[in-house]
């Protein structure tokens, strides 16, 4: 079947701080992967996608890159702003499935 | 204006009451969702439409109906509503692209609260 885990949060975090959420998957075949973000008080909007093994998706900072041997998806930023708390989730293109979302706070 | 367009963006409803949310987009695109999100549990895909005359059930149906009226209006109803159908509503388009659906595009929500 297919089925996205994210990391657990709340994450809170301190300003310029490192973050890593953790994404792993499991869908039929090796489809594209997308960071979707959600800030407060609206719907979700696209951050970056990676459509093949070994690709790296990147936007604002973020980065995720796609590791097929591992099945992961992991967003990264080095260093964080107040204005990325938001609610992140991974998913895998064309499976209509989301993970349950990782709640991102930074702290100034 | 907004390309993805959701009414009412706050209902407030007693149980056993019939509600109707609607979506609208602007985009262009054939594909149509409709998903509830619930603290802790994520996005859940109720029903979804790939062109007007295709309606499928997704992971949550039970209790909830649509209605495709055009390419451009896809209406979400809860015949009966229940407490536990109090959530934030999401509806959403995408492309009908090969390989399955791209990047979706998401309205602003409607927060559904059932007493």
């Known amino acids: 079947g297919n089925s996205v885990t994210q990391m657990e949060g709340p994450v809170t975090l301190s300003e310029e701080a490192f973050l890593t959420i953790n994404c792993t998957y499991t869908?039929?075949?090796?489809?594209?992967l997308f960071w979707y973000v959600q800030y407060p008080g609206e719907g979700l909007q696209l951050l970056l996608k990676?459509?093949?093994?070994?690709d790296k998706g990147s936007n604002k900072g973020f980065e995720a890159t796609y590791r097929k041997e591992t099945t992961s998806f992991h967003l990264e930023k080095g260093s964080v702003q107040v204005s990325d708390s938001a609610v992140y989730f991974c998913?895998?293109?064309?499976?209509?499935?989301f993970g349950a979302g990782t709640i991102l706070r930074v702290k100034s | 204006d907004a390309d993805v367009t959701q009414t009412p963006r706050n209902r407030i409803t007693k149980t056993g009451k019939r509600i109707m949310l609607e979506c609208s987009q602007t985009?262009?695109?054939?594909?149509m969702y409709w998903y509830r999100q619930d603290p802790g549990l994520g996005l859940r895909l109720i029903y979804y439409s790939f062109d007007v005359k295709d309606i499928n059930k997704g992971e949550i149906s039970d209790g909830y109906s649509v209605s495709r009226q055009a390419q451009a209006k896809f209406s979400l109803s809860l015949e009966s509503a229940i407490p536990n159908q109090t959530a934030l509503y999401f509806c959403?388009?995408?492309?009908?692209?090969?390989?399955?659906?791209?990047?979706?595009?998401f309205g602003p929500g409607t927060r559904l609260t059932v007493l």
């Open positions: 869908a039929t075949g090796y489809p594209s």
């Open positions: 998913a895998p293109r064309g499976k209509l499935v």
């Open positions: 985009k262009g695109h054939d594909r």
């Open positions: 959403a388009t995408s492309d009908s692209l090969a390989g399955g659906p791209d990047t979706q595009y």
């Open positions: 990676a459509t093949k093994a070994d």
